[in-house]
């Protein structure tokens, strides 16, 4: 709450022009940020593993749970409930049009992915308003067994 742009541009000695010509607010610096951090952990690892995009982003937001507790409190546009809804939802048919040698979705594809990825989302979320109390390893572990392997084709 106390995070504003001023903030932003003092610390990192920027221009204001300069802030938004690479981000829409404050809110898009941690999202930004959030998709180096996954990448960073990725990089030369399996592309196709759902585990491990799982994982990375529970430890994230397990490494962050102040911030995130009050960010996803927020709604709008630039909402973080939405930026990983839709971070996830294209993360998670990028790898099952790999696993599948597909090229695009079916419409059951993308129901099943939408609905895959929602439920995953309100678990995080739930797991974060409840206090972390699990390790962001067992939340991953537990989400990435309710991918219908049959479906997906992941181990």
Known sequence: KNLTVQKILNEAHISRATFYKFFADK?????????SYV???????????MTLLEACAFNFIYDNKDYFLNAIKLEGQNSLKKFFYDYYYNSSVKIYLMNMKKKELSRKDEIAISFYCIG???????WLENGTKES????????????????????
Request: glycine share 0%; proline share 4%.
């Open 39 to 49: 990448e960073q952990r990725t990089k030369d690892k399996n592309e196709d593993d």
């Open 120 to 126: 995953s989302l309100h678990v995080l979320m739930e």
């Open 27 to 35: 809110y898009d610096v941690i999202n930004y940020y959030f998709e």
């Open 136 to 155: 962001p390893e067992f939340m991953a572990s537990v989400i990435h067994k309710l991918i219908p392997k049959q479906y997906w084709n992941i181990n």
